[in-house]
């Protein structure tokens, strides 16, 4: 049973490096958290493509590279953003900062489309 | 048509409008010692997966190591030290220098495989031994466990010295190849350079660890060793150009360390040496490095140095990781029901 709209606190802010991702379980799912400095940003750590670990990525701006073939996701949207990633998507997922921890909302987003 | 045409530079990507050319004058002059600082004052502020890792290799090439290196600008591989492979787990490659090891290092090895599962042990062509599909948080567990120092063979760096058994065994072995193997790979490793570096040394002409078609190559001779570059046995096959013919296994040495450095400052980001050669010109590369000047020579040995004492094996961060979470999973910090 998930709960729905439920804040789960993560991880200390300073434990996810400036422009880097951490994997992070979140029940049966992994989540990839970057760190763009005034914001953490968050999606499911699959790469559309060939299922890579998108918390390993070079992030680029507000985007972030899979280390496996380098297709480029959007953190802000889940979106794929260069050649053959543009009609694929990952899901996102929203946080907050307090206290110097990051929060993510369990519940489940909206698929864009 | 215009008199004069606007020059076109090769400019690494869309984020900076300049050559590596200029960018390495550009970084020197005004002691830019950070990606994202040259990112803001020379590109456009943000930087992308071609030119973060360029200009990371490129600010560690210019100050010997004496930079602020941002992780956040290297690949995967440089941040855990490890290959990725396609399943998001790692392989683990321990240096072997000149691809000798011992009794001991293999029993070593062998119980990591047992101890952590490891889904292949595979040896490699590069005459070393590779653990493939471990998981990114046992690296630093399995590092110490080995006891072996990195072999590099994630990243842009000195991969390796493969050898022939040289004068110890061979019938025919004219040079001591093992010893002079280990001992280049010794001076070199834990360095960056633009693009992997494999290295070879043959005790006689036979050439049976390949040194021909390697970056560099030491080629043993009766009573003298060729020094030769540029080779290669991969995406392209291309025999090595002869840099010089030495005497003594100490100049051949000296020699490789030359080109070695020449290279490692004017090549372009990932461009491996037979394309470098090929561009410059064997004739150049010779002029200015084993033919140059004493001065010029001297500059190129003293920076080597430098950037060498600066380097070390990136495994210790096992002892000292540089963040909390380098090599872990994140735990949610409270229990989350499913």
């Known amino acids: 049973m998930t709960e729905r709209n439920r804040w789960v606190r993560i991880a200390y802010c300073r434990d996810i490096p400036l422009r880097e991702g951490r994997a992070v379980k979140v029940g049966n799912r992994e989540i990839a958290i970057f760190n763009l400095g005034d914001r953490f940003l968050a999606l499911e750590n699959r790469c559309p493509h060939k299922g890579g670990p998108l918390a390993d990525g070079i992030v680029s701006g507000a985007m972030v590279v899979c280390p496996l073939h380098a297709w480029k996701m959007s953190l802000e949207t889940g979106k794929g953003v260069n050649g053959p990633s543009a009609s694929s998507c990952v899901e996102t997922f929203r946080t907050r900062m307090e206290g110097g921890i990051v929060l993510l909302q369990a519940e489940r987003s909206v698929r864009a489309i | ?338």
């Open chain 2, 1 to 338: 048509m215009p008199e004069f045409e606007e020059e076109v530079k090769q400019t690494i990507c869309k984020c900076i409008s300049f050559s590596e050319d200029q960018l390495r004058d550009i970084l020197r002059s005004q002691q830019l010692r950070s990606v994202q600082e040259v990112l803001e004052i020379y590109g456009n502020g943000i930087g992308c997966e071609i030119c973060k890792p360029a200009l990371s290799y490129m600010l560690d090439m210019l100050w010997c190591g004496n930079h602020d290196e941002d992780r956040s600008a290297r690949f995967i591989n440089d941040r855990v030290h490890a290959n990725i492979q396609k399943d998001g787990t790692f392989s683990v490659v321990p240096r072997i220098r000149g691809g000798v090891t011992s009794p001991d290092e293999l029993r070593r090895i062998g119980d990591v495989a047992d101890k952590y599962q490891v889904r292949m042990v595979k040896i490699t062509g590069s005459q070393r031994i590779d653990l493939l599909g471990v998981r990114k948080s046992d690296l630093p567990k399995i590092w110490a466990d080995l006891g072996m120092p990195s072999g590099q063979a994630y990243t842009k760096g000195v991969r390796m010295v493969k050898t022939c058994v040289g004068t110890d065994f061979c019938r025919f072995g004219v040079q001591d190849s093992t010893s002079a193997g280990i001992e280049l790979e010794r001076r070199f490793e834990n360095l960056f350079t633009p693009h992997k570096v494999k290295m070879g040394a043959v005790g006689c002409p036979r050439n049976c660890a390949e040194a021909t078609v390697k970056d560099i190559g030491l080629v043993g001779q009766e009573g003298s060793w060729q020094v030769v570059v540029g080779g290669a046995a991969g995406k392209k096959v291309r025999k090595a150009d002869l840099l010089v013919t030495v005497e003594t296994t100490e100049q051949a040495l000296e020699a490789a360390a030359l080109f070695f450095q020449y290279y490692r400052e004017g090549a372009n980001y990932v461009e491996r040496t037979y394309d470098f050669v090929e561009r410059v010109g064997i004739e150049k590369v010779r002029k200015e490095t084993v033919y140059a000047p004493d001065a010029v020579k001297r500059g190129l040995l003293e920076r080597l140095r430098k950037s060498k004492q600066r380097s070390r094996d990136a495994w210790l961060e096992r002892d000292t990781p540089r963040n909390p979470t380098q090599f872990v999973q994140i735990q949610p910090l409270e229990e989350v029901f499913v």
